[in-house]
């Protein structure tokens, strides 16, 4: 089995998967603005686009703290995500609750990167590395924000239009 494996190189692998969901994100958000019907919607996948460019560029800041170059491992988790994301836009295209699926996709994905933010944050404080904590805590904020915005938006809009269309 090798040597034990420490916490350093923990977080090196789980940067790794962040760094690749980001990317992925990145990717995504277009095709979920693009089937989004309520305006709001579209607004918050472009503001999110664009936030989560500034996450990649954190997260190659941290990469740099620990001395390492930049680079994505296939996250299986975000891949299962966009691909149930991908699932609702085909199934639910033209009908009153894609806008309702689009966001719980998009949540999930919110939760799962606040999830892992945290923890990066927590790893980062125990290693001593105080920058790349900071950095991570400046991410992990603006996720919050996402998701609260995200559910707002859900409550207000999005279940209405569900509900309404539907009677």
């Known amino acids: 089995m090798g040597k034990p494996k420490k916490l350093d190189e923990l977080f090196h692998d789980t940067l790794k998967d962040v760094y690749f969901a980001e990317k992925k994100i990145l990717t995504t958000l277009p095709k ?8 709001d919607l579209k607004a918050a996948f472009e503001k999110h686009r664009r936030e989560t460019e500034g996450q990649v560029k954190r997260l190659e800041q941290v990469f740099a703290i620990i001395g390492k170059k930049p680079q994505g491992k296939t996250c299986d988790a975000l891949m299962g995500i966009v691909k149930e994301g991908e ?44 920058d790349a904590a900071t950095l991570l805590d400046e991410t992990l904020e603006e996720e919050k924000n996402t998701d609260a915005a995200l559910t707002e938006l ?14």
């Open 32 to 39: 979920m603005a693009k089937a989004a019907q309520n305006d």
């Open 154 to 167: 859900a409550e207000s809009v999005v279940n209405q239009v569900a509900e309404t269309k539907a009677a």
């Open 87 to 130: 699932e609702t836009v085909y199934e639910y295209k033209d009908s009153p609750a894609l806008d309702a699926g689009l966001l719980a996709v998009a949540q999930a994905v919110e939760h799962y990167e606040i999830s892992r933010y945290g923890t990066l944050k927590a790893w980062a404080k125990e290693l001593g590395h105080e």
